[in-house]
């Protein structure tokens, strides 16, 4: 996430003659604040909840930032956005997905946590828009039927366009899918550029790989898309690992690390800026948002 800092400073100066409306007109100086959440395995794949601020490093563009802000995110509201792939392809297996993804919810959600419910087919249709209430999620989840073409990155897209962008929480779409686009209006750099700017991390349970033979075109769409914006997919064999699946994504999203730094580019150039998390100890995996997008220059917001 990135946050807008406003600070106001009044300017002194020594020995000049300076009149009341001069000394007390202050200067308006924006700070562009980076948050980053990171996610920490050792080579066994465990989470790793020990690690303090001298142990990261981040970097911009190749350059090292400081961090003025390191903490351990376990409490923090989210704001899920579950997208269930009901194209004609997943026929088979929904009856096991809408099971899995009903436990997924019932599991992971908090009092203080929302989600939405959308499905995509050859089109995008937001089911039910952001509640507390898991069993209203039930009712719409019970209702889905298959059939038509798959609009992943619409979905993509559209979600994060329209329900993400102003969302408050930590903010995460977990897509349940094949990944084999063939309905889309919008390209896979539109859908991943979308969710970079609604700061949204993407988190996939491939579903070709039980029930279908593999689509490896479908399965490396959905690793590129988790990877860049801090997420992971899974890859489940069985009815099994799939509710496997949802509890893993469940206890990655209750040990994460959030960092923040303000950026020592100050250029308001609407590009995008690479983002490297660097933890300084052997043998771990690092899972953290690639980048952002820099704000855009004033003549064009």
Known sequence: MMKRIVLTLTVLATGLAMSPAQRSDPIRVEVETVNVLVSVNDKEGVFLTDLSADDIE?????????????????????????????????????????????????????????????????GVTLLHDFTHDVNDLKRELDRLR???????YDAIYDVSEQKMLDAEGRKVLVILSDGSDVSSQVTFEDALRMAYRAEAAIYAISTT?????????????????????????????????????????????????????????????????????????????????????????ESTR
């Open 209 to 297: 790989h039980f029930g279908a033979d593999i689509d490896h075109e479908g399965d490396n769409a959905l690793r590129q898309l988790t990877e860049a914006t801090g997420g992971r997919v899974y890859f489940p064999y069985s009815i099994t690992q799939l509710g496997e699946a949802f509890r893993a994504i469940d206890t990655e999203l209750r040990n994460q690390y959030s960092l923040a730094y303000t950026s020592s580019n100050p250029a308001r150039d609407g590009e995008f800026r690479k983002i490297r998390v660097k933890v300084k100890r052997d043998d771990v995996v690092t899972f953290y948002r690639k980048g952002y997008y820099a704000p855009q220059p």
């Open 58 to 122: 981040v970097y911009e563009d190749g350059v090292l930032q400081e961090i003025t802000n390191f903490d351990q995110r376990t409490n923090v509201p989210l704001a899920i956005a579950l997208c269930v792939d009901t194209s004609s392809s997943v026929r088979i297996k929904l009856d096991f997905e809408k099971e899995a993804a009903t436990d997924f919810l019932f599991s992971v959600m908090r009092p203080t946590d929302r989600a939405l419910l959308a499905e995509f087919d050859s």
């Open 146 to 152: 298959a059939g038509g073409g798959t609009a992943l």
